[in-house]
């Protein structure tokens, strides 16, 4: 259902800036905006919960599948060409750790085509980023239904840290 207005009383750049909320039925609320990656020859892994870093083929495309709950300080993915993570939770564990790294949720890097995460949900006490992406191949990334939960600093004076 498109958002509707009186558009003829708008000049121009009002139009083009003007903002329509509505209430999503259930059925539209289930259509994403964006569809995952089209893949061939796709790669399927089932990520385990005894690693936490992936370094993936740059030609290759990849499904990949998480545990019911990966709990491991995060989860990073290098390198593939287009990347699908749909569904999961990564819940981050207090580690007592004061760098970041273990304290990620999620971090993308060097995709060559597209990565596609949808309804994954990022949370645990020792939370201290949800999602970090470094994209050197200018790779698409496309988030959708992410939970983030409660993100902390381990310094709440200066965030020397990490600032959430």
């Known amino acids: 259902m498109p958002c509707q207005s009186n558009r003829s009383s ?9 903002l329509c909320f509505m209430v999503a039925s259930p059925a539209a609320a289930q259509q994403l905006t964006w569809s995952p990656p ?3 020859g796709a790669t399927t892994i089932r990520l385990t919960t005894d690693r936490t ?3 993936l083929e740059p030609s290759v495309d990849y ?7 990966y709990a491991r300080g995060g989860l990073t993915i290098q390198g593939g060409r287009n990347v699908t993570l749909i569904g999961g939770h990564i819940w981050v564990p207090e ?5 970041v790294g273990p304290r990620r949720g999620l971090l993308l890097l060097d ?4 990565i596609h995460v949808e309804g994954v949900q990022i949370d645990g006490p020792g ?3 949800g999602i970090q992406m470094g994209q050197t191949y200018g790779a698409t990334v ?3 239904r992410i939970f983030v939960g409660h993100v902390r600093a381990r310094d709440t004076v200066g965030f020397t840290d990490n600032h959430p």
Do not use: C, H, N, W
């Open 10 to 18: 708008l000049s121009r750049a009002t139009a083009l800036a003007f």
């Open 38 to 40: 089209q893949m061939t």
């Open 53 to 55: 870093r992936y370094v």
């Open 63 to 69: 499904i990949l599948k998480l545990p019911d709950v």
């Open 95 to 99: 580690t007592g750790a004061t760098e």
């Open 111 to 114: 995709q060559r085509g597209k």
């Open 127 to 129: 939370l201290s980023e």
């Open 142 to 144: 496309q988030l959708q």
